[in-house]
């Protein structure tokens, strides 16, 4: 059985997380190409993005699980579970190598290289958010 508070932190990390990918998508990596002390500049985004985003993306991958678990493994909310091990699998597997190119300085070819490699994040995360909402306007548990 999946708990209306299970429900909830689920749909608010998904659209927690889905409006800050927008937003880092359109506004933040982009803005990449503008930054006068880059490599300062993204030691800061680094360290301070890691903090908003880490524990939020631990806090979906958790819940995300255990619903789930306690939905039987129903189609219906494994769907959303692959969509955020395949959020995962983006993130640690391109985004942070990326990052890590640009930590050396500002780097034209990785900032376009990290924004187009966000692409599939930020629809995920929208995708996510979506689903997760019919679930819940539609409660099939």
Known sequence: MISIELWLITLATSWFLCGLIWVVQLVHYPAFRFVADFPAFHRHHTA??????GPLMIVELLAASLVVYRSGLAWTWLIPWLAVVAIWGQTF???VPLHRSLSGGRDEEAID???LANWPRT?????KALWVSGLFVLRPY
């Open 113 to 115: 290289k990290l924004i």
């Open 48 to 53: 301070s993005i890691g903090v908003v985003v």
């Open 123 to 127: 629809v995920l995360w929208t995708f």
């Open 93 to 95: 597997l391109v985004a």
